[in-house]
């Protein structure tokens, strides 16, 4: 076998690259810590066993809580960077076999990058997203677990890059409106605020979560999950999407319709005492 350099690479070695690489065959978390704390550890840890289990993956009995969030402390602290970090965590099924698995048990790797932010901030300024529309996520279970098979944001990620948006609202195959390339969408229409439930295929997002809770005990904001048509945008007065590193980012514009970002920006301060991070 030849590689990209035009070197010869032995078929045993191939054979060895973790099933991650071959296969997506693994799931993974982004947890943000702050002074040395993992924001939101139980809900993470949780979805990541949940996923565990949906994949069918043997859950080693080392996976204690207690374990792995030392595990992830310790390498944000060996790359220097426990302050303020994103560690991700990838869970893959051990090596052996094709597609059917000679070992249902697990492997994992953890890296951290450095963030310059510790609490979550008000992003201002312009955030313009259109559709993506080339493919469309399955309404599955699936599709709500945070596993490697991210190819729609992967190539909805490019198409905005080209076409000068800030994001892509990525479509199921209902043609209603699930989710951000990187995040959960809200969306605001007078007192109700809405986002999609997890039976239309969008992510079963930790931020998605704490921002639910946070909404259901705002006086006078009706709380829902309910599905959005790329009609509703249009008579939207907020949208904004949501993920555990960046907190709330408003969306300011999707085609011709622009968008307030009053009630976005009102969900800060409270999440930053939620988090326990003000």
Do not use: W
Request: hydrophobic letters at 40%; aromatic letters at 12%.
């Amino acid at each position: 076998m030849v590689n990209h350099n035009g070197t010869f690479v032995s078929s045993d070695l191939v054979l060895t690259q973790n099933r991650a690489f071959l296969y997506g065959d693994a799931v993974f978390e982004t947890v943000k810590i702050v002074n040395g704390k993992i924001l939101f550890f139980e809900d993470h840890y949780f979805r990541l066993m949940a996923s565990m289990r949906i994949l069918r993956m043997n859950i080693p009995m080392a996976f204690t809580l207690e374990f792995l969030e030392q595990e992830l402390l310790k390498v944000a602290e060996t790359n220097l960077c426990s302050h303020s970090a994103r560690v991700r965590i990838t869970v893959y099924r051990n090596d052996g076999g094709y597609y059917l698995p000679k070992d249902r048990g697990v492997s994992y790797l953890i890296s951290s990058q450095e963030i310059t932010f510790t609490n979550y901030q008000y992003f201002s300024g312009s955030y313009e997203v259109e559709l993506y529309k080339d493919f469309y996520v399955s309404n599955q279970l699936l599709s709500t677990l945070k596993t490697t098979q991210k190819m729609i944001s992967t190539l909805g990620s490019i198409f905005a890059d080209e076409n000068g948006y800030d994001n892509c609202l990525l479509l199921n195959e209902s043609k209603n409106v699930i989710e951000a390339l990187n995040g959960s969408l809200f969306m605001l229409m007078g007192n109700k605020l809405q986002t999609p439930p997890l039976t239309e295929g969008c992510l079963n997002g930790i931020m998605r979560k704490q921002i639910l809770t946070i909404a259901r005990k705002m006086e006078g904001i009706e709380v829902v999950e309910e599905p959005i048509s790329p009609f509703d945008l249009q008579k939207a007065d907020e949208l904004f999407c949501t993920n555990v590193i960046q907190g709330i980012q408003p969306i300011t514009k999707y085609r011709k319709k622009e968008y307030v970002t009053t009630f976005s920006q009102s969900l800060v301060q409270p999440l930053n005492e939620f988090a326990g991070i003000v």
